[in-house]
């Protein structure tokens, strides 16, 4: 059993009728004596739709439980069992209930069309997972239901239910799309007249697209080569000169004349590469067309007419802009030209423009001659062979008499030699010359009669000419052998380049300093700068951070550089040492792209970290408003409960009872006080407003002060008197101190006291506060000592959290660290190390908080 077909019903907005233009579908193919089922059916208790269902068999829902509540959700396994010719399935983007059997809807509508069923489904355009954010920004609602695009294409059928803004607000109003009581807030909000008119218009130029592929599909499965005019298309042909500007901007405006036109921007390259081309004036023009909503297409071709016809052809193009010939009148010898070839062979579908523009019949402009690629030495060889060895060779065959061997066949060889030799060193002009007095002195010195430009026999006439076209020849051969070779070695080492960039991204090395720096040794030149347009429209400033800029001097504007590549409209990247060749600006033009896409790396990595700082900040602010609204109201509360008691007239209370009341009242307000003292000190940790003054201190003089806020017993202290000094601040040790064990009185058996013990080890000493209570797995060490946070089922009243966040914030600001181990035999151990210090100045604050020795 093949496949089944999908046919789908697209609508603008909820109301537009598709679930009743797909019942209506289903009443026509049952007529027909079509086997239909309803799958599932949404009419959202519509009158109309709801009726439509009459006399159609429906499969019976699965029920589904879900958070208390029961769900309907289409029976896949019964729709198989049941093996209708055709199901119907409504709301194709729907997400199922946790626990059927796929998580969309639409996967249930794949599981029918893979057992042969046919399947008739609707959806919404605001449901398609490419349009999302498009939506979102017309109606200001995400879209949570979506199908991905690619699923609603591959439809056998996609059929546009349409209906204009007012009719579809009319029915709105009516009450005949949601009950009356969500009617204004429809109307109001969603439904607004300016919100419907951009979703139909997505709608129908989405249905458009895919009519225009399906289009397509069938011209090339039927071989239709001649044009079919369904949507104006208008291709601008260009060949890298500045006229090509001109013609892209000329055909916007043509295409703005009509509704849905499009620009296509096609360049043809020989295959051989040798046309000569700006690569920066082609890339300009690449960028206007796309700025102007074109496309840019490449494309390789010896016959240019030809090649430019089969485009236009292959995209259905019924417009074709060409600029007129830049050749001069005495070209027009060699052809009639590209356009005037178009116009002629273009038929009578495909239109032709030929638009003048400042570059007419002002020439092409010749290619960079060969011998300027060949280096000066190279030129200076190839000519001093063309001009001097011919007369040298001539000098001493007359002095030698070896002419009179062989004979001219002999003479004519030794001269083809220098002809090559000319070619091999100077290239194609040198070897003409050669070939030029070659033939002159062979005439004059060695064709009988000799010493006059005479030829007596028929013979060494022919020898003559046929030396004369021999050399050129083979100057000809040789020469294009030398520039492929050149080309291929240039080709290598650009892929080499090219190959290099690649694999330094690959590798991470995408800093933008690291790059130009590469630029800059890559090319030879004195300085690279990637410049950025500032606020006004000729002021320009360095991209990035300080030093983007690599080498001395840096260019500050791309005028001043002697080489410049535009990077899209708003950066520039400029060099200065030398001119660079148009066949180096291509490789630069990649690096210049690449140093573009890292700066836009660095700034989202730049606003990636602000935002995570200001998610942690909300998040801590979200945890503080917690904390305020539970943790510091039940002390007050206490407080205010006790104080209003003892004010209270109705009650007479007994000394103990006040004792009681008052104690209660001081402990809330310890409670308070330290609550409110580890906010203070997290908010002055998050703001780094932390300064540490560091002192040499003794730990025994320390500690037994931080031990004043724990009950009596509670704590075993073992701190040596003959341990160094700490370089600590002696405030902010003691709160850290305090913080560690009050947290392992708080959790610490209460018949085990908590062991604070101090030992030296080199040049630091560390603070080990032990408990024997419950202990934390390895999981969770790192996270205890984030802020508001609470281990395993602490109770509120147990505090905010912010204690061993505190006491970690302050170890660091002293250039300590806090870590959390395991106690042997069970618990958990707080490690606090210090750096030893011989009576640290206050001076030294600052590099103590920094970890300097």
């Known amino acids: 059993m093949g496949r089944g077909r999908l046919r789908i019903y697209l609508g603008a907005a909820p109301g537009v009728g598709k679930t009743y233009a797909m019942l209506s579908e289903a009443h026509r193919r049952a ?32 029920a589904l439980e879900y958070r208390g509540s029961t769900f309907r959700e289409m029976d896949v396994d019964a729709v198989l069992h049941r ?32 057992a042969g069923i046919d399947v008739i489904s609707t959806v919404n355009i605001q449901h398609l997972e490419s349009l999302g954010d498009v939506v979102e920004s017309i109606t200001g609602v995400r879209q949570r239901e979506t199908v991905p695009d690619e699923v609603v294409r591959r439809a056998d059928q996609i059929e546009l239910v349409d209906m204009s803004p007012q009719s579809l607000r009319r029915r709105m109003a009516h009450g005949n799309i949601y009950a009356p009581d969500r009617v204004d807030a429809a109307l109001s909000h969603y439904f607004r007249p300016g919100n419907l008119t951009a979703l139909r218009e997505l709608a129908l130029l989405w249905t458009a697209d895919r009519v225009d592929e399906y289009l397509q599909q069938y011209r090339g499965e039927h071989d239709i080569r001649s044009t079919w005019q369904a949507r104006e298309r208008i291709v601008v042909g260009l060949t890298g000169g500045p006229e090509g500007r001109t013609l892209v901007r000329r055909a916007a405006r043509i295409a703005a004349k009509g509704s849905g036109s499009e620009v296509l921007a096609v360049y ?39 090649a430019l016809l089969e485009f236009a052809r292959g995209v259905n193009a019924t417009q074709v802009v060409l600029g007129s010939s830049r050749r001069r009148t005495w070209q027009y010898v060699l052809g009639p030209g590209v356009g005037a070839t178009v116009a002629r062979e273009s038929g009578p579908d495909l239109d032709v423009h030929i638009v003048t523009h400042d570059e007419v019949a002002k020439g092409r402009g010749l290619p960079l001659p060969r011998g300027a690629r060949l280096g000066r030495a190279r030129n200076i060889g190839g000519w001093a062979a063309a001009l001097l060895g011919p007369c040298l060779l001539t000098l001493t065959l007359t002095l030698t008499a070896v002419h009179d061997g062989p004979g001219l066949a002999n003479d004519v060889l030794l001269f083809l030699f220098l002809t090559v030799l000319a070619a091999l060193l100077g290239g194609l002009l040198p070897a003409l010359a050669s070939a030029a007095v070659g033939s002159v002195l062979l005439n004059y010195f060695f064709t009988p009669p000799t010493h006059t430009l005479t030829v007596a026999a028929p013979s060494n006439l ?24 050149q080309q291929a070695a240039r080709l290598r080492a650009e892929s080499e380049i090219l190959s290099f960039l690649a694999g330094s991204v690959l590798r991470g090395e995408t800093t933008l300093d690291a790059l130009l720096e590469r630029v800059r040794e890559t090319f030879a030149m004195d300085s690279v700068a990637l410049l950025e347009r500032g606020g006004e429209p000729t002021s320009w400033v360095c991209a990035g951070s300080a030093g983007t800029a690599q080498g ?33 600006r291509r490789v630069l033009a990649a690096f210049a792209a690449q140093a573009a896409v890292v700066l836009d790396r660095q700034r989202l990595q730049d606003e990636a970290r602000r ?55 001081e402990e809330g307000a310890d409670r308070l006080d330290h609550l409110v003292g580890n906010l203070l000190d997290m908010s002055r940790l998050q703001t780094g407003t932390v300064t540490a003054l560091i002192r040499g201190t003794d730990l025994d003089e320390v500690v037994p002060m931080a031990l004043g806020g724990v009950p009596e017993g509670s704590v075993t202290l073992d701190v040596p008197e003959e341990l160094p000094v700490v370089a600590v601040d002696a405030g902010l040790l003691e709160r850290v101190v305090a913080n560690l064990v009050e947290n392992a009185v708080k959790y610490s058996p209460g018949d085990t006291p908590v062991l604070v013990a101090a030992s030296a080890h080199d040049e630091r000493v560390e603070l080990r506060v032990v408990d024997r209570g419950p202990g934390v797995p390895d999981s969770a060490k790192d996270r205890i000592f984030e802020p508001f946070q609470r281990h395993g089922d602490a109770p509120r009243g147990a505090g905010v959290g912010l204690g061993l966040a505190v006491a970690r914030g302050f170890a660091e600001a002293m250039a300590g660290t806090l ?13 606090l190390t210090l750096r030893v210090g011989e009576g640290a100045e206050p001076g030294e604050a600052a590099e103590a908080a920094a970890g300097l020795p």
């Not at 409504?90 to 626990?99: K, M, R, V, W």
């Not at 083979?474 to 294009?480: F, K, R």
């Not at 535009?566 to 990247?573: H, N, Q, R, Y």
């Open 819 to 831: 870590t959390a181990e395991d106690t042997p035999g069970g618990g958990l151990t707080m490690v």
């Open 462 to 485: 022919v020898a003559i000419v046929v030396f004369f076209a021999v050399a050129v020849g083979v100057a000809s051969v040789v020469d294009l052998a030398a520039r492929r070779t």
């Open 552 to 584: 001395r001097p840096a260019p500050a504007r791309p005028e001043d550089a002697d080489v410049d590549v535009p990077v899209g409209d708003t950066m520039a990247l400029a060099l200065t040492g030398r001119v660079l060749p148009a066949e180096d």
């Open 611 to 665: 935002a995570r700082v200001l998610a942690e900040g909300n998040r801590i602010r979200t945890a503080l408003l917690a904390a305020v609204s539970h943790d510091l109201r039940t002390p007050l509360a206490g407080i205010k409960a006790s104080v209003s008691s003892l004010r209270s007239d109705d009650v007479e209370w007994s000394a103990q009872d006040q004792a009681e009341l008052l104690a209660g009242i």
């Open 31 to 62: 007529e027909r004596g079509t086997d239909v089922v309803a799958g599932l059916v949404e009419h959202h208790d519509r009158t109309r739709t709801e009726v439509m269902l009459h006399g159609l068999e429906q499969v019976p829902p699965a």
């Open 83 to 114: 093996a209708p010719a055709v199901a119907l399935v409504d709301e194709l983007a729907h997400t199922n209930i946790p626990g059927s059997r796929n998580t969309k809807r639409w996967q249930d509508v794949e599981e029918l069309l893979a």
């Open 268 to 306: 043809i390259a020989r295959s051989d590469g040798l046309t000569p081309v700006s690569s920066k004036e082609l890339a300009l023009q690449r960028t206007l067309v796309e700025d102007l909503g074109g496309t840019f297409h490449h494309v390789i071709g010896d016959d240019v007419p030809h």
